[in-house]
């Protein structure tokens, strides 16, 4: 099992942030609190993700908004997608995000 400890790729802090984003996919974005910026983005797989303490219904919802997943024509085409869609995505998600809780988000 390799483990690791995420921490910013831009200042080094650990000090992040996971924004949950439930679309067909479920994603997670992980922010710096520090420098704000994106760190990383995350797909959770069928079933990928429950609530502790919200019990058997949480997860059922949960499994209900999973999508599925499309097949590639090439890894490299995928991966350039993939970055530019990510930080469109995260770039609208901190807007929508600004909206709802202005400058002190939790």
């Not at 079933?47 to 090439?74: I, P, Q, T």
């Not at 970055?83 to 809780?101: G, H, N, P, R």
């Amino acid at each position: 099992m390799e483990l690791h400890i995420q921490k910013c790729q831009h200042c080094g802090s650990r000090n992040l942030r996971n924004i949950l984003s439930r679309q067909l996919e479920q994603r997670v974005y992980v922010q710096c609190r520090d420098c704000k910026q994106l760190v990383a983005r995350y797909v959770l797989a069928k079933g990928g993700y429950h609530h502790v303490g919200k019990g058997f219904e949480s997860f059922l919802r949960s499994v209900e908004r999973d999508g599925g997943f499309s097949s590639a024509r090439s890894i490299q085409s995928d991966f350039d997608s993939l970055e530019q869609s990510v930080k469109e995505e995260f770039d609208a998600l901190l807007s929508d995000t600004k909206e709802k809780y202005g400058d002190d988000m939790p």
